[in-house]
């Protein structure tokens, strides 16, 4: 089992910036992506960016491609994302997740809420 407790959620104007973290523990050995998803009011969850736990490569989804940034501290079992340039449509609370080593989604944080208003 990995457990995943995400913070750094907030209320930002429109144009500003937010880091968001995550705190893996447990089985983080075999974890073989971490990564980041949002859920806005009355939409389904969508996917923002991963990376690979080993390797650091990254995806990101391209609403948010030359905004976000994901990165990872093994050392630490952190997970960060830097989000710059924030818009109202990015409102929305946010989830760290981790996948099992075959690759699903398997493990959630509690979510973390990110309001972008004026």
């Known amino acids: 089992q990995v457990q995943l407790v995400d913070t750094g959620g907030g209320l930002v104007q429109p144009g500003g910036s937010l880091r968001l973290s995550c705190a893996a523990s447990?089985?983080?050995?075999?974890?073989?992506?971490m990564g980041w998803f949002r859920q806005a009011p009355g939409k389904e969850r969508e996917f923002v960016a991963h990376?690979?736990?080993?390797?650091?490569?990254?995806v990101y989804a391209d609403s948010v491609k030359g905004r976000f940034t994901i990165s990872r501290d093994r050392a630490k079992n952190m997970v960060y994302m830097q989000m710059n340039s924030l818009q109202p449509e990015d409102t929305a609370v946010y989830y760290c997740a981790a996948t099992t080593p075959c690759g699903s989604w398997a493990y959630w944080g509690q979510g973390t809420q990110v309001t972008v208003s004026s």
């Open positions: 447990g089985r983080t050995f075999s974890v073989y992506r």
């Open positions: 990376i690979t736990w080993s390797g650091g490569s990254t």
